[in-house]
């Protein structure tokens, strides 16, 4: 009778031998992650491994699970963008030192900011391992690395300190020789929402322990077993690692908060009225200071992806502009949509664009590739965004301000003196609202009552009735050139 591995369901075989060096910390602790997931019976088709760049990068080809081997430091971007995507996933950073504290430092950081639900598991082994054992951001004090030949004098990070005053949801520390705790740290991380953080001190006898004299995995092990204290509810302000003091291992943090997508919707229910949101369950209104509920019209019908570019000049309210489009599409219509901007380094007053792609199915690709709409609000925009122009497309300008030149073939052209239109009601910064009610008159993506209640949403207090007339306006003057066509 074959016998078989009793982590076979979650080992990739083809994969073996791996090739880890002997006494590495990471294959113990791939094990342990692999243990903790069979023993909590998690649906392993909700599970999803994310990995950066170093020896514990390799984790994500050695599970037979989805898994995601990414660039360099951006592991937890990856997992985060994973996780709100489809926040039924189980989703899992097994990842380094060095790409977690070092390049991937700000991702770190602020993903345990946002308590994003996310289970990071940081192999933290003092050292750049696969590239030569050069002095990482974990690297001890006057301990010995590739670039730090007379003893490192750079303070390193204290990890679990760090994690705590981010704002963690659950923060804990061991080593490699702690197979145990670490696998049960594991299991209770996969009942907490929110963000965790695992850190194990991982034996790398071939780059850091020969460099400080612990050449074996025998040796590291032995010297972490001597040299670490596991304490219950330790404080992470101690937790600093110095060689000539015992390591604090333990679990530092374990707290309830509502993570990034329930803290979202619960903001959103307060201030917008809305209890129901696509894949996330529902939260409930509060009843004190609560607004005016918001009537959610049902998802719209199948209809081809709408990608609009809106170009202008800083100041114009290029980004407001979308903005409104995109939450009257999503919020009033029941479509989807996606909102993205641009712009240079000059910022107020040279050109800048926002992009909007509304559909009836999820969006991918965030990015306006190929415009169906643009819309012009400034020749100098006009030059910049001219060549992305599509062929059978249409064209929305001020007409005052924007003249094309050599456009493609079929391209339709509606044109109308926004920021005329804007200076007679008083204030030309309104030319943006004009063009919306222009916009939304002649084409069939946004209807008539989503677009004034986006814009009522999206303006300052107090200015709801002018803008509203200014909306009224452009959109009277486009029904004009609609009846002019019939």
């Known amino acids: 009778m074959e016998k078989k591995h009793p982590l076979e369901i979650l080992t990739r075989k083809e994969r073996m031998p791996h090739i880890l060096c002997s006494g590495c910390g990471v294959g113990t602790t791939m094990a342990n992650l692999a243990e903790a997931l069979m023993e909590e019976e998690v649906d392993l088709d909700k599970v999803s491994i994310v990995s950066g760049i170093g020896c514990s990068g390799r984790a994500a080809g050695y599970f037979k699970l989805d898994g995601f081997h990414t660039t360099h430091g951006r592991p937890v971007a990856f997992a985060t963008g994973l996780k709100l995507a489809n926040p039924d996933l189980h989703v899992i950073v097994f990842s380094g030192d060095g790409d977690l504290a070092a390049i991937g430092g700000n991702h770190l950081i602020h993903a345990a900011r946002r308590n994003i639900d996310i289970k990071v598991i940081c192999i933290n082994n003092f050292t750049y391992g696969m590239t030569g054992g050069q002095m990482g951001p ?15 004098y750079e303070m390193p990070f204290n990890l679990p300190y760090l994690m705590e005053a981010c704002g963690a949801s659950y923060v804990a520390r061991w080593t490699s020789a702690h197979a145990h705790y670490i696998k049960n740290s594991i299991r209770e991380a996969m009942h907490k929402k929110g963000f965790c953080f695992i850190e194990v001190i991982s034996a790398c006898p071939v780059n850091w322990g020969r460099r400080n004299k612990l050449r074996t995995g025998k040796a590291m092990v032995k010297f972490f077993l001597e040299h670490t204290v596991v304490e219950t509810n330790p404080d992470p302000a101690q937790a600093l690692i110095q060689m000539d003091t015992p390591i604090v291992c333990g679990v530092f943090v374990d707290r309830t908060a509502p993570w990034y997508l329930e803290a979202m919707q619960t903001q959103l229910t307060k201030k917008l009225g809305i209890s129901e949101f696509r894949g996330d369950g529902k939260v409930e209104l509060p ?18 992806p709408v990608q609009i570019k809106i170009a202008g000049l800083g100041g114009q309210g290029i980004g407001l502009l979308g903005l409104i489009l995109g939450r009257a599409a999503c919020i009033f219509d029941g479509k989807q949509a996606v909102y993205t901007q641009e712009y240079g380094p000059e910022a107020r007053g040279g050109a800048s664009s926002s992009n909007i792609i509304i559909s009836s199915e999820a969006i991918d690709l965030p ?6 709409v643009m819309i012009t609000m400034a020749q100098g925009a006009f030059r910049k965004y001219k060549k992305e122009i599509q062929p059978d497309s249409i064209l929305f300008m001020d007409k005052d301000l924007v003249k094309p030149t050599a456009l493609p073939k079929g391209v339709k052209v509606y044109a109308v003196p926004a920021t005329r239109m804007a200076e007679q009601l008083g204030r030309a910064v309104v030319a943006n609202i004009v063009m919306l009610g222009f916009f939304v008159a002649l084409t069939p993506y946004i209807s008539l009552e989503a677009a004034e209640k986006a814009l009522n949403m999206s303006v300052p207090k107090g200015t709801e009735e002018f803008n509203l007339k200014a909306f009224k306006n452009g959109y009277d003057y486009g029904k004009g050139i609609k009846k002019e066509g019939e």
């Not at 974990?138 to 490192?152: A, I, M, Q």
């Open 287 to 304: 009843e004190e200071g609560k607004e005016e509920k918001i009537e959610l019209r049902p998802p719209a019908k199948k209809f081809r």
């Open 367 to 372: 990015y306006v590739t190929k415009p169906d």
């Open 138 to 152: 974990t690297t001890p004090l006057r301990t010995w690395s590739s670039t730090s030949v007379y003893g490192n």
